[in-house]
């Protein structure tokens, strides 16, 4: 059998390389683009009794309903509010700016729309328990001052209406109430 020369061998050798490496970057390649194996889903049936909770949200249509009930009292007094509505997990749903509202309003709405729906309470009641508390004011993205109220089914809070821009809390508050009112809550 005739030996190859240095060069022969070192292409050859070469060759066989990139055939392997080509065949192994192909796999790992294959591999990498097949979607993961997903886990089995567990049948809903098989769920334990008093594992899972059911929870009732307002719809969009309701959200924006209540919104332009609470904006349309605040325009009928000659004030300039935006209306904030948030769903239970304080998320906004919808935000209405009203004409010439100051900029400041817009924050203040959905932090006032959130600390009601949070603590299922009106931020102006929750406001008197900075006295007792003055840590609350602290917990980020609340705002205790007057102008947020929240909305409840079966005694549970599911939404929290805040305005903003009057020149009160009672009044910004008067106007949250006008809007959760339209809801029947």
């Given at each position: 059998?005739?030996?190859?020369?240095?060069?022969?061998?070192?292409?050859?050798?070469?060759?066989?390389?990139?055939?392997?490496g080509?065949?192994?970057?192909?796999?790992?390649?294959?591999?990498?683009?097949?979607?993961?194996?997903?886990?089995?889903?567990?049948?809903?049936?098989?769920?334990?009794?008093?594992?899972?909770?059911?929870?009732?949200?307002?719809?969009?249509?309701a959200?924006?309903?209540?919104?332009?009930a609470?904006l349309?009292?605040?325009?009928?007094?000659?004030?300039?509010?935006?209306?904030?509505?948030?769903d239970?997990?304080?998320?906004?749903?919808?935000?209405?700016?009203?004409?010439?509202?100051?900029?400041?309003?817009?924050?203040?709405?959905?932090?006032?729309?959130?600390?009601?729906?949070?603590?299922?309470?009106?931020?102006?009641?929750?406001?008197?328990?900075?006295?007792?508390?003055?840590?609350l004011?602290?917990?980020?993205?609340?705002?205790?001052?007057?102008?947020?109220?929240?909305?409840?089914?079966?005694?549970?809070?599911?939404?929290?209406?805040?305005?903003?821009?009057?020149?009160?809390?009672?009044?910004?508050?008067?106007?949250?109430?006008?809007?959760?009112?339209?809801?029947?809550?």
């Amino acid at each position: 059998m005739k030996s190859l020369s240095r060069r022969a061998r070192i292409t050859t050798g070469a060759a066989a390389l990139a055939v392997v490496g080509a065949a192994a970057f192909g796999t790992v390649s294959a591999n990498a683009s097949a979607p993961p194996s997903a886990p089995a889903a567990v049948p809903a049936a098989a769920a334990a009794a008093g594992t899972t909770t059911t929870s009732t949200h307002l719809t969009v249509e309701a959200a924006t309903q209540a919104a332009q009930a609470a904006l349309h009292a605040a325009e009928k007094e000659g004030r300039r509010v935006t209306v904030a509505v948030v769903d239970r997990n304080g998320s906004t749903v919808v935000t209405l700016r009203g004409d010439g509202a100051g900029p400041q309003s817009y924050e203040s709405a959905e932090r006032k729309a959130f600390t009601a729906v949070s603590w299922n309470a009106p931020t102006s009641e929750l406001a008197g328990r900075l006295e007792q508390t003055p840590n609350l004011k602290d917990i980020p993205g609340t705002l205790f001052l007057g102008g947020g109220v929240p909305v409840t089914s079966r005694n549970a809070p599911i939404a929290g209406i805040g305005v903003a821009g009057a020149p009160s809390g009672t009044l910004d508050e008067r106007y949250a109430q006008a809007g959760a009112a339209v809801l029947g809550r």
